[in-house]
């Protein structure tokens, strides 16, 4: 008896895996179909353009506001523990190197997946629901051409732009609580900043991170939305999904990321 | 909402973000300052670097006037080679001296140039003479406690 339990949650578990795998596996063969018939997306070039606009513009209010607070607070925190070593002049460094090879990429794009990757997944799930995409394919319209693959590259293309945009509004806060309000010399705040930050390895990495997180949450968020089931219950279901599983998966990548980019020994 | 105003929309965005990133390129980054400007390469051997890296700054009299590009390991010396970019707009004369030196107790480690007196200036691919190692800080306190040691053996030995 104890050992058919057993075997039963054995059993369970393996069904997990093997389910995880599958989807993976689906998910991957979407996207390189996804990709190959993004011709009528970057064509019809305006259709794109609707999409950065509901995924980076309509992104831009909560992606300054929150660069421009994280900027601030890594300012006050960044000062009250420089300055016991003496050391308050290197707050810009602090502030810079933080925001552009972590933060900038890693905060935006979180933002980024609750903000526009949920929004597109519910988008898509209830296309799905309603079934508008089966109508498209009735008229010979390829639902994933016409529909997924615009948000695709819209989420894609606004997302390196938000995370720069957060690092530059960060940067931003910093030297306003740093020079304006604590009064850190801002000779010092800058030129310390221009010398330690590098233009190809901390701040062309951090755009190379962003980059790759635009592609995981969009991927992440049209795949859950195309592949939610037709109910209401499983397009609420999947939008849950995609904000944690993209959360996940951003965190994951910049560890990754970090440990290609950043830890080369001599390399730097 | 209409097609032209989406289109404006995006336009800004792309603008803003446009903007942050070249904000991030050239005022939070130096891609301005040295990688535009003519540099000349010179070579020095150094018994020691301690922890110089790349890209460290070369300074003469407190002025940053190139950066290290490169640092080998030369095999038949067992030297450390370092190559570094000066700005061509400051020309050294041929004799002039490479320290490694640290900026503050705790700093970062960077190569001070002390001009020399030779009426000859360096060239692209020369080779500086005159070098002084990194100050490592174990051999320093191992001569110190040596010392010590033998003054006190001195000390000893002289009642005698």
């Known amino acids: 008896m104890r050992f058919a339990d057993l075997r039963a949650r054995l059993e369970r578990v393996g069904s997990k ?29 305006h259709l794109t353009i609707a999409e950065v606009y509901f995924a980076g513009v309509l992104s831009l209010v909560i992606i300054v506001v929150s660069g421009l607070f994280v900027g601030m607070v890594l300012g006050l925190q ?28 890693v905060v935006s794009g979180l933002l980024f997946a609750s903000r ?37 590259w819209g989420g894609m293309i606004s997302m390196p732009l938000l995370a720069g945009l957060f690092s530059a509004m960060g940067i931003f806060g910093g030297y306003l609580v740093g020079v304006q309000l604590i009064g850190v010399d801002a000779g010092a705040f800058w030129s310390q900043m221009q010398a330690a930050v590098d233009v190809r ?4 990495n951090g755009v190379i991170k962003s980059v790759v997180f ?43 990321l970090t440990a290609l980019m950043f830890t080369g020994g001599n390399a730097q | 909402m209409n097609r032209s105003a989406i289109d404006l929309w995006v336009g800004i965005f792309v603008v803003a973000g446009m903007a942050g990133l070249l904000f991030l390129a050239l005022k939070v980054g130096n891609l301005t300052s040295f990688s535009t400007a003519q540099t000349y390469q010179v070579n020095a051997k150094f018994a020691n670097i301690g ?97 010590k040691a033998a003054e006190g053996k001195g000390d000893k030995e002289a009642p005698k």
Do not use: C
């Open chain 1, 17 to 45: 895996v093997t389910s995880a795998v599958l989807r993976l596996g689906y998910a991957s063969r979407f996207l390189g179909y996804l990709v190959l018939h993004s011709g009528t997306a970057l064509r019809r070039f």
């Open chain 1, 201 to 204: 390895t901390d701040i062309l």
């Open chain 2, 51 to 147: 922890g110089l890296k790349v890209r460290a700054p070369v300074k003469s009299a407190g002025v940053v006037v190139g950066r290290v590009a490169e640092i080998r390991f030369d095999t038949e010396s067992y030297e450390a080679i370092v190559s570094m970019n000066i700005d061509s707009a400051y020309p050294f004369p041929r004799d002039t001296t490479a320290k490694i030196l640290t900026s503050g107790i705790l700093g970062e480690q960077y190569i001070g140039l002390e001009a020399g007196g030779d009426g000859v200036m360096l060239k692209n691919g020369d080779r500086l003479r005159l070098t002084q190692s990194a100050v490592v800080l174990e051999n320093l306190i191992s001569q110190f406690l040596f010392n």
């Open chain 1, 214 to 256: 635009g592609i995981a949450v969009t991927w992440i968020a049209v795949f859950e939305g195309y592949d939610a089931p037709p109910t209401a219950e499983g397009v609420s279901r999947a939008t849950t999904r995609t904000v944690v599983t993209s959360s996940l998966a951003i965190l994951a990548l910049d560890f990754v």
């Open chain 1, 78 to 105: 960044g000062y009250e523990t420089l300055q016991r070593y003496g050391s308050s002049e290197a707050l810009g460094v602090l502030v810079a190197l933080s925001l552009v090879r972590e933060l900038g990429p």
């Open chain 1, 116 to 152: 526009a990757g949920s929004a597109i997944t519910a988008e898509i799930g209830l296309m799905k629901a309603t079934e508008q995409l089966s109508a498209m394919e009735m008229m010979a319209v390829d639902p994933i051409a016409r529909v997924v693959a615009p948000r695709f």
